[in-house]
């Protein structure tokens, strides 16, 4: 068995650039993933397309998207696989990450579930997965939990937020789903018209989606359209009976709307539903309490914190929790915010990391930075720290030096701009 000096668990754009970043510091990384491919949410819920993480600052377009996420921009684009900049075609995806982790000696483990945590005192001491083999244990110096849901830190027993502070209701789950062979010209010319025949057919029962409108979006391939548009609520995502039943209400959701995209819609005659994801899309779940709680206050005021290590600037895009609606607030030209390196910092565990979407923070906050561009950075940040942590023999990822941290990601960032 490898020693290995990092595990990460939760191949997604997070646990991803958190390998690719921590092996580039030169220590050995393992990432674990449960499924069969990387890439978490784009690929196992098909999320598209990338959300934009830039400003313009005295008339000049600054991107604050990590050194690793550019690099996965180039890599689509070589292989034709990237669209007006941010639709991007998944299957290629999965192969480039595979790609990149072999470029950057990462190890990988698929089919493998994280079921179980030896924690002891303020220490993960090993992990334990199941996989085709069995139940497998694995121990690494530090870990990184890239989980989306915060997996690993519920197992360690760490505490965390669910949802807004009112009523623990989190943002709703997406089943994504393709149509093939849509006359697009015709389709998106009448779409206006099936908007209103929409909002009639949820008034008549037609439609039980609660989704205020249709969202469709456009993709690389002639004549595939994405629908990101069903929505349930008030399922609870940590619970797997609940998660079960948000998927059985997602699929009928999914035909409901091809029904009546086939009654309603031009440009539909002669399509076929192609795919829904094999995994509802999660937007929120856990949210784990760490060294510190990155709240909305904080996105709203432009915050630029000392131990910043991300920068973002997307939209508060906050998907009712219980029905229909979305509340936005979007940034004025030039303004942004950071995120604090504190944020990754589990309450309570020496060794160990949250990383992506499920960083602490508030519901507000974490609408704006779970888009795949921000979990990336976030990413590349926890990463590069074990790196710097494990060659500097430290103990502890809270005496990480921080200045080292930010030259080593702008590096990246201007090596990639
Ligand atoms: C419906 C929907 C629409 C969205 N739309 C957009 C959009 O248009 N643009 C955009 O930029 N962002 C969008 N987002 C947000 C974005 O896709 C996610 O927030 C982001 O991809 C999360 O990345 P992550 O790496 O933190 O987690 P994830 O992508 O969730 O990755 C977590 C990984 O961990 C693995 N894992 C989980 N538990 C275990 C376990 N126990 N053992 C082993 N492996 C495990 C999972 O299989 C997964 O691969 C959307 C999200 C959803 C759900």
């Known amino acids: 068995m490898e020693n290995y000096d990092l595990i990460v668990v939760g191949g997604g754009f997070s646990g991803i650039a958190s390998a690719i970043s921590a092996s580039r510091q ?20 098909l999320v ?18 990590s050194g690793i996420f550019k690099e996965i921009i180039k890599k689509l684009k070589e292989r034709n696989a990237l669209l007006w900049d941010n639709h991007f075609l998944e299957e290629e995806l999965k192969y480039i990450l595979n790609e990149m982790m072999l470029e950057n000696n990462v190890d990988l483990l698929f089919h493998a579930y ?10 993960i001491k090993a992990i334990t997965l199941a996989t085709i083999d069995g139940e497998i244990t694995l121990s690494a110096k530090y870990y990184i939990d890239a989980t989306g849901d915060g997996q690993l830190s519920f197992l360690s027993g ?3 937020i669910l949802g807004r502070e009112s009523d623990k209701l989190t943002q709703p789950m997406t089943l994504c789903f393709r149509v093939g062979n849509v006359d697009t010209d015709k389709f998106y010319k009448t779409l206006d018209k099936v908007q209103r025949e929409y909002e009639k057919a949820q008034k008549t029962g037609e439609i039980t989606n609660p989704r205020e409108n249709i969202l469709v979006f456009s993709t690389p391939i002639k004549n595939v359209l994405h629908f990101n548009t069903t929505r349930v609520v008030k399922h609870n995502p940590t619970n797997a009976y609940k998660k079960t039943k948000a998927e059985i209400i997602a699929r009928k959701q999914v035909h409901e709307m091809y ?14 539903l192609v795919s829904t994801a094999q995994e ?8 784990i309490i760490g060294e510190y709680i990155l709240t909305e206050r904080d996105l709203l005021s432009c915050t630029k914190f000392d131990d910043g290590v991300v920068a973002c600037n997307y939209d508060l895009d906050v998907h009712n929790p219980e029905g229909s609606g979305t509340s936005h607030h979007y940034f004025k030209e030039g303004k942004y915010y950071t995120i604090p390196y504190r944020a990754f910092i589990p309450k309570g565990i020496r060794n160990m990391l949250i990383s992506g979407r499920c960083i602490s923070s508030s519901q507000g906050a974490q609408a704006s930075f779970r888009i795949m561009p921000a979990v990336t950075s976030i990413g590349e940040a926890t990463g590069t720290a074990i790196g710097i942590i494990v060659n500097d023999s430290l103990d502890d990822v809270r005496n990480v030096d921080i200045n080292k941290l930010q030259k080593i990601l702008k590096e990246s960032y201007l090596k990639n701009s």
């Open 26 to 45: 030169g220590i050995k990384v393992l990432l674990v993933e449960k499924f069969n491919s990387l890439g978490g949410a784009a690929t196992n819920s």
């Open 114 to 123: 994280l079921t179980r945590v030896n924690r002891e005192n303020d220490e």
């Open 48 to 65: 598209n397309p990338f959300m934009p993480n830039f400003t313009y600052i005295n008339n000049k377009k600054v991107d604050f998207s």
């Open 280 to 287: 509802i899309g999660v937007r929120e779940s856990r949210k």
């Open 158 to 160: 760490c505490d965390y």
């Open 259 to 272: 029904d009546f995209l086939k009654k309603h819609a031009d440009g539909m005659e002669n399509s076929f």
